[in-house]
């Protein structure tokens, strides 16, 4: 039996400051839904809930197990409507910007962790849910740990969906194909791209109109030309610049791919699951995500024919057992919610019974929550028990650039990445807009 419980080297790398209580896990095989007593407190009366979210792909396991479990709410509490808002993460993102500065934050929305969600909460628009968790044994289906980048002053106020490393997917069928083998080097990446496209493969696929996917794999190359995680922190603490020789090493060896031809023509009018449906049909060879991908990939047409492998070094340089951490995008509470008891006695009720039905939608690979189940007897995949094995492996790593940095810093990282899509610039050039753009915004 493997069970996705991360107690190991992952786990401890994703611990900021303490861990949670360990309780009785959510069982994936019990078909029971799961009542709580928040629920039964609450007074019939009418109302509407608003549920922004970033699960808008039909064909994406957690768009389907949501739907699900709001039929099932509403069916058994006929007093209460939940409206969907779904959209893609880039989209999301700007409108709850939007609906923020009018104070117009729906009754749930989605979060990010650490530095991206920070400004919500020193402006008191999202809830404290410490009571929530106190209730109904939820606290302690969390890995542990993980409630940590969501908390802050003691109170947590956002419930993560994901908790995920960055892997590079590949379509086993194609590389036969070209006659290619999995790359151990970066080097040895550029010439399986370039063999690829002589071949007439499209050797990557990416969706880059969603900014953050370019950063993501960015980050990944920094975290290797950097020979180890830190590097942002370091320029937090004024220990580096991004002037420094490892971001500039970075910037090449992304150009380097970038000119190679290894992302499909116009990648940056792409969003996220445009990108995505790339490898998902079979149209790319490779695809570089966070593991959440796995469940679309199970149910997609190139499922059986994909494996995975760790992102290689840079010219010698970094570990491949170092990886991007990510922590995954939270739900998180309106504080002036006109129903807040309705809505956190809906949202209590969906978390404890995420996990069972992620599990059953083949969706459990990468979630936040411990999830005990026979993952291979159950019908999951080769390339799932793969990475279920490397999360074992997990030996630290780094959070993205937008969890880490402040949003104008991150915003203007964001914009110069995406650039080099369409432009080649000099690095020395790429660094000096991030160094300018960090001061600019820690004065």
């Avoid at 209580?21 to 928040?38: A, F, I, L, R, Y």
Wanted: proline share 5%; charged share 20%; hydrophobic share 35%.
């Amino acid at each position: 039996m493997m069970s996705l419980v991360l107690t190991g080297s992952l786990a401890l790398s994703l611990t900021a400051c303490g861990s949670s209580t360990k309780s009785e896990t959510t069982s994936p095989t019990d078909s029971t839904t799961t009542n709580t007593t928040t629920t039964e407190t609450v007074k019939e009366k009418d109302v509407t809930i608003t549920f922004q979210n970033i699960f808008p792909d039909p064909t994406d396991p957690k768009n389907k197990l949501m739907n699900k479990l709001v039929k099932q709410y509403e069916a058994d509490h006929p007093n209460v409507k939940i409206e969907l808002d779904s959209l893609n993460t880039d989209q999301q993102k700007l409108k709850l910007k939007t609906q923020a500065a009018s104070k117009e934050v729906p009754d749930i929305t989605i979060v990010n962790p650490a530095a991206q969600m920070k400004p919500f909460v020193e402006a008191k628009l999202l809830a404290p849910l410490n009571d929530m968790l106190d209730e109904n044994g939820l606290k302690g289906t969390f890995q542990d740990g993980l409630l940590d980048w969501y908390s802050f002053d003691g109170s947590t106020y956002a419930l993560p969906d994901g908790n995920n490393i960055g892997v590079v997917y590949y379509n086993k069928e194609l590389f036969e194909k070209a006659g290619v083998k999995v790359p151990t080097t970066f080097e040895e990446m550029l010439t399986v791209v370039k063999t690829l496209k002589s071949k007439g493969i499209q050797p990557m696929g990416i969706g880059e109109k969603d900014t953050w996917t370019g950063s993501f794999l960015f980050m990944n190359m920094l975290l290797r030309t950097n020979g180890g995680p830190g590097f942002l922190q370091d320029v937090v603490e004024k220990k580096k610049t991004f002037e420094d020789p490892a971001f500039k090493e970075a910037v090449t060896a992304f150009e380097n791919l970038v000119q190679a031809g290894a992302f499909q023509e116009g990648a940056t009018s792409f969003d996220y699951n445009a990108g995505e449906n790339l490898f998902k049909t079979g149209k790319v060879a490779m695809y570089y995500m966070g593991t959440w991908a796995t469940g679309g990939i199970e149910t997609s047409s190139v499922n059986g024919k994909v494996g995975v492998f760790k992102f290689p070094t840079i010219n010698g340089k970094g570990n491949p057992d170092e990886f991007m951490l990510a922590p995954g995008s939270a739900f998180a509470i309106s504080a002036d919610s006109e129903h807040l008891p309705e809505t956190k006695a809906f949202l209590n009720w969906f978390m404890l019974n995420f996990p069972k039905e992620a599990f059953a939608a083949k969706g459990a690979v990468g979630i936040g929550q411990k999830v005990e189940g026979d993952f291979k007897a159950a019908g999951y995949s080769d390339t799932a028990m793969e990475i279920l094995g490397l999360f074992k492996e997990v030996k630290g790593g780094d959070l993205s650039f937008d969890n880490t940095m402040n949003p104008g810093t991150a915003q203007a990282h964001l914009t110069s990445i995406q650039n080099l899509f369409a432009q080649q610039k000099n690095p020395d050039e790429v660094a000096k807009e991030h160094q300018a753009a960090f001061e600019a915004n820690n004065k």
